[in-house]
Each structure stands twice: as structure tokens, then as C-alpha cells.
């Protein structure tokens, strides 16, 4: 008789996140002027033909840009929505940035739980945000 496990193992949070761009050197500029994001094979020429630039997003985060179309039964239509977490403090300092980028800013929200968050889209018009903690009962 074989015993089942009810439980799954631990998964250590989200390692990858993908955007599909028509550039990817367009989206690679943006994220890192933006965002501080470095590409995590500097050596890799970018321009229009990419298939992929995977850029470092924090510690343990990994944003992939691949351009759409270019990878066999992975792609996607329509603009997505990724969030950013900042601390608080950050808030004022995000919003004069993306101000100073010429980025516009669509929506400003509070949260249930006291997060607040800055929507602005991204050259491809995926929906992005940054958020202070509280936007969750996890974060």
C-alpha cells in the first residue's frame, strides 16, 4: 500500500516573471533606467531581434523580456500587470521619479490594509505598480 503525501514541498516564492515586448533592447533600456534592472547576461548583444534579455528584479527576482512571438507555445496578447514592492518612505521618491522619466502615473490607490500603490505602464502598455506594504495580509 503506498502512502500519499497531503502536503506539497515548499516553494520558495516566485523566481521568474515574463513580459512579452515587441523590443526586447526597447524594454531592457526602460526597466533599467527605470527600475535599476541590469540584464543578467551583460555580454549578450540586444536590439531588435532578441528573443530574450533576462534582467536581474531584486535579490532573488528575475524579470525575462522575450519578444513576442519568437518562442514556440509561450507568448501572450494584451498588456499584464506586475507589481513592485517599495517601503513606505520610497512612496514620495517614486512618484517624483517617474515624474522626472516622463512617465505618467494612471492611479494613485490605498489599499485594505494601508498599502499604497502607483500605477504607470511600460512602452509595451503592460500595467506596472510599485507598492508599500499593506497590500496584502502577506506584504
Not at 66 to 88: E, S
Amino acid at each position: 500500500m503506498t502512502a500519499f503525501t497531503t502536503v506539497p514541498p515548499r516553494a520558495n516564492g516566485v523566481l521568474e516573471t515574463s513580459l512579452y515586448v515587441e523590443s526586447a533592447a526597447r524594454s531592457a533600456e526602460f526597466y533599467r533606467r527605470v527600475f535599476g534592472f541590469e540584464p543578467l547576461e551583460p555580454d549578450e548583444p540586444l536590439n531588435d531581434q532578441t528573443r530574450l534579455c533576462p534582467m536581474r528584479a531584486g535579490d532573488r527576482s528575475v524579470l525575462l523580456l522575450f519578444k513576442k512571438g519568437a518562442t514556440a507555445d509561450t507568448d501572450t496578447r494584451g498588456a499584464i500587470h506586475i507589481a513592485f514592492g517599495i517601503a513606505r518612505s520610497d512612496l514620495a521618491a517614486w512618484e517624483r521619479w517617474l515624474n522626472e522619466q516622463g512617465i505618467s502615473i494612471e492611479l494613485r490607490k490605498t489599499w485594505k490594509y494601508g498599502g499604497e500603490a502607483l500605477y504607470f505602464r511600460d512602452p509595451d502598455g503592460h500595467l506596472l505598480e510599485v507598492v508599500t506594504p499593506g497590500v496584502w495580509s502577506i506584504y
